[in-house]
Structure formats: structure tokens, C-alpha cells
């Protein structure tokens, strides 16, 4: 079967740093999205990747190891806003993006 | 980015009525629109895929004759929740796609209440 695992909660401190995991076992691959969504509203694109590496944009940066099935999300200078539930997807062999139940981020002051 | 309108925001409806949720793509056209249901402190779940001038494949579990899906136009696509229950409501979210690009453009999301 299809699975995508990743923290259910996270705690962090403002202005630090956090990186928030997800592994995945798909039927192929055809990229992985990273997306955040506040609390009643829709999720919002974060980064994607489909090669080995390290994807920096700006206080986010995103990694993927494929023959290891890993990912993460590093969040950088966390503000309080970044209070959010983060979802990992990624793309199969059939362009169906198979979601993360998501992690939930919390910033403390 | 791409743009992806979905109407209404939120809506309250009696038990037993029927709902329309709206998604369309302003600025490209999707050949392809999901639809998801999201329960408080859960994930996306995919209800069904729609693809422009077909019918809709739904996703194990849904019911096709209780969620109307209609793709009429490569920008526009509808949801109907007939006869509506409380356990129906939810957080419904569409996303839309041109086949096979690499980022899905979400709908603002629907928070349905059925009372």
C-alpha cells in the first residue's frame, strides 16, 4: 500500500529553527509537495521536489533523499504566524497526489 | 500563480437539502479537478477525480449518487451534496490541474454545516 508518514505535532520556539520529517512508500514517484495550512483554510504550495537535494526559498528550505523514501521541511528564524499544520505529498506513478495526515507546528513566544 | 476560485466559503444548510459547491480556474484551464473533504484535525481525503467531459472516478467509499460531481468545462467544476446530513458536514477543497503539472492550485475551501 501507498503510506506517507509524518510527526503529528511539533513544538518550536520563535526565531529558532525546526525541521519536520516525512517518509514515503508509493507506487512510483513523481515528486514531493510540501504545503501549509493555517487552521480553516486551504492548504498553500510550499516547495516541490523531484531530484535529490536541497531546495532553499528563503526562510524554507526543503530536502529529498529518493532512494531513501525522505523528506523535510526546515523552517528557519520561526515566526509565529508559521503556526500552521504542514502536509507532505508526493505525486505517484499515476499523478495522484497521496497526502500526509500532517504535522502540526506550534510556536512559542 | 494560478488562480482557483471555489464558491461559497462557507454555508449552512438544513438536513435533507441539497448543496452546490463551485470551483473554477480563472486564469488556465484544468483538465483535471479534484475534490477533498477534510474532517477537523485530519488530513485531505480525495473524494474524486474529474476530468473535463467525463464522468468523475470516485475515490473507495464515497458515493457517487450522494456527491454529484459535474465538469462541464475546462474551468469549471461543481460539487452537489444531495440531501445533506450533519455527518456530511466538513471542510470540502478542490484543486485543479492540467493533467500532469507539478502543482496542484487549491480552491479557497468550503466549510459546509449541515443543521
Known amino acids: 500500500g501507498q503510506n506517507i508518514d509524518q510527526p503529528t505535532e511539533m513544538t518550536a520556539t520563535e526565531g529558532a529553527i525546526v525541521q519536520i520529517n516525512c517518509t514515503y512508500q508509493?507506487?512510483?514517484?513523481?515528486?514531493l509537495f510540501w504545503y501549509q495550512q493555517h487552521a480553516g483554510e486551504a492548504p498553500t504550495f510550499l516547495s516541490y521536489?523531484?531530484l535529490d537535494g536541497l531546495e532553499e526559498k528563503g526562510r524554507f528550505s526543503s530536502f529529498l533523499s529518493r532512494s531513501k523514501g525522505y523528506s523535510y521541511l526546515l523552517l528557519k528564524e520561526l515566526q509565529m504566524k508559521d503556526s500552521a499544520s504542514y502536509l507532505c505529498?508526493?505525486?505517484?506513478?499515476?499523478?495522484?497526489?497521496?497526502w500526509g495526515a500532517g504535522t502540526k507546528l506550534i510556536i512559542k513566544p | 500563480g494560478a488562480v482557483v476560485s471555489q464558491h461559497p466559503s462557507w454555508v449552512i444548510c438544513k438536513s435533507g437539502t441539497s448543496v452546490k459547491i463551485e470551483c473554477r480556474s480563472l486564469?488556465?484551464?484544468?483538465?483535471?479537478m479534484f475534490w477533498y473533504r477534510q474532517f477537523p484535525k485530519q488530513s485531505l481525503m480525495l473524494m474524486a477525480t474529474?476530468?473535463?467531459?467525463?464522468?468523475?472516478?470516485?475515490e473507495q467509499g464515497v458515493e457517487k449518487d450522494k456527491f454529484l460531481i459535474n465538469h462541464a468545462s475546462l474551468t469549471l467544476s461543481t460539487l452537489t451534496v444531495t440531501s445533506a446530513h450533519p455527518e456530511d458536514s466538513s471542510f470540502y477543497i478542490c484543486?485543479?490541474?492540467?493533467?500532469?503539472?507539478?502543482?496542484?492550485?487549491f480552491g479557497q475551501g468550503t466549510r459546509l454545516t449541515v443543521v
Open positions: 484543486s485543479a490541474g492540467t493533467g500532469r503539472s507539478t502543482e496542484a492550485f
Open positions: 521536489n523531484v
Open positions: 474529474s476530468n473535463e467531459g467525463s464522468k468523475a472516478t470516485y
Open positions: 486564469d488556465f484551464q484544468a483538465t483535471t
Open positions: 508509493t507506487s512510483g514517484f513523481n515528486g
Open positions: 505529498a508526493v505525486m505517484d506513478s499515476n499523478y495522484q497526489l497521496i
